[in-house]
């Protein structure tokens, strides 16, 4: 099965300073790439995903970026604010065949204020 | 609200109990996904149901089966209940081909004592 490895496990930044979180995935199938952040005690919720046709995704302060020779996929939150801390997971997709989603391990930000 | 329901949201129970998780997915969503989160770890798939039918399993113990009804909800039970069963069960749907990411339910925090 797809496995994903995710980097690092927990970042502590600055209020304004910029956070970047990556993850690697081994399929080279894998066709679609989400991000989900989880506050504390509640669900997960899409913040971003890029598919596999894209290099590159944007979203006001968060934006995506995929390199599908290395197999890896980045997520960049700019101008970050105290409500960005929260658990950040990456995951990843195989083909049109295979809905589930492989997780990362997650990363832990905390945005000092 | 997401659309994706989990009852109950809180559960007790004793060691060597049977509970039963339910969830009604998104409408129009055909697949459900019950994924197991304990303390500070990551996401570990459990299983998969697409339109009533088994897709896909992950690292689901003997002790825990699941089904998905023909109205679409899904219930997961977990029997023999042991004190690591404790964790957040979340239950996620997704239209068929998952592309554009599940919707996760706000979990069923299960207590095992």
């Known amino acids: 099965g797809e496995n994903v490895e995710q980097h690092p496990s927990t970042l502590s930044v600055q209020e304004g300073d910029s956070a970047v979180i990556k993850c690697t995935y081994s399929?080279?199938?894998?066709?679609?790439f989400p991000w989900y952040k989880q506050e504390l005690g509640k669900r997960p919720q899409l913040i971003i995903d890029?598919?596999?046709?894209?290099g590159e995704k944007k979203d006001q302060r968060i934006a995506v970026t995929l390199n599908k020779t290395a197999k890896h996929f980045s997520l960049h939150i700019t101008e970050t604010q105290p409500e960005d801390s929260a658990v950040y997971f990456c995951?990843?997709?195989?083909?049109?065949?295979?809905?589930?989603?492989?997780f990362g391990a997650g990363t832990t930000v905390t945005v000092r204020a | 609200d997401s659309g994706v329901t989990q009852t109950p949201k809180h559960l007790i129970t004793a060691t060597g109990q049977r509970v039963t998780l339910r969830c009604s997915p998104r409408?129009?969503?055909?697949?459900v996904y019950w994924y197991q989160q304990s303390l500070d770890q990551g996401l570990q798939f459990l299983i998969q149901?697409?339109?009533?039918?088994?897709?896909a399993k992950g690292n689901i113990l003997e002790r825990f089966s699941a089904q998905q009804f023909p109205d679409l909800h899904s219930e997961l039970n977990l029997s023999s209940l042991e004190l690591g069963d404790s964790a957040l069960y979340f239950c996620?749907?997704?239209?068929?081909?998952?592309?554009?990411?599940?919707?996760f339910g706000s979990g069923t925090r299960l207590t095992v004592v």
């Open positions: 996620a749907s997704s239209v068929r081909d998952g592309l554009y990411g599940y919707t």
């Open positions: 399929d080279s199938a894998s066709n679609y």
């Open positions: 890029i598919r596999s046709n894209v």
């Open positions: 995951a990843a997709k195989k083909g049109p065949n295979d809905y589930k989603l492989s």
């Open positions: 409408s129009g969503d055909l697949s």
């Open positions: 149901y697409y339109n009533g039918e088994e897709r």
